[in-house]
């Protein structure tokens, strides 16, 4: 297994979740590791995205100032802490792994088994 996403489970609205993704050493030494997700019926989406090395970040709009992207390398983990989550948060979430620093899911080479997440009342 190089990339192991997990954390999902069903939250409130307004709650707080976070998800983990652990790799392997051989994939983590790629430089740029991202969180992508998909609703149902929707496609894939860009969450947020952080440097391996320098712990730069980029989230997208949907997200910005509610989730936080971090790393601890080493123990080969990036999380991806959920707050104040909203029932649009709702989706699959997945790690993937590349060397662009880049929204773009065609980007990442290596791609994890995702999580879902379910933000309900």
């Known amino acids: 297994v190089q990339l192991q996403a997990s954390g999902g489970g069903l939250v409130q609205p307004g709650a707080s979740l976070s998800l983990s993704c652990v790799a392997s050493?051989?994939?983590?030494?790629?430089?740029?590791i991202g969180w992508f997700r998909q609703a149902p019926g929707k496609e894939r989406e860009f969450v947020a995205l952080?440097?391996?090395?320098?712990?730069?970040?980029y989230y997208a709009d949907s997200v910005k100032g509610r989730f936080i992207i971090s790393r601890d390398n080493p123990k080969n983990t990036v999380y991806l802490q959920m707050n104040n989550v909203k029932p649009e948060d709702t989706a699959v979430y997945s790690c993937?792994?590349?060397?662009?620093?880049?929204?773009?899911?065609?980007?990442?080479?290596?791609w994890g088994q995702g999580t879902l997440v379910t933000v309900s009342s």
């Open positions: 993937a792994i590349g060397s662009s620093f880049s929204s773009s899911g065609s980007d990442y080479k290596i």
């Open positions: 050493w051989r994939t983590y030494s790629s430089s740029v």
């Open positions: 952080i440097r391996k090395s320098s712990g730069t970040t």
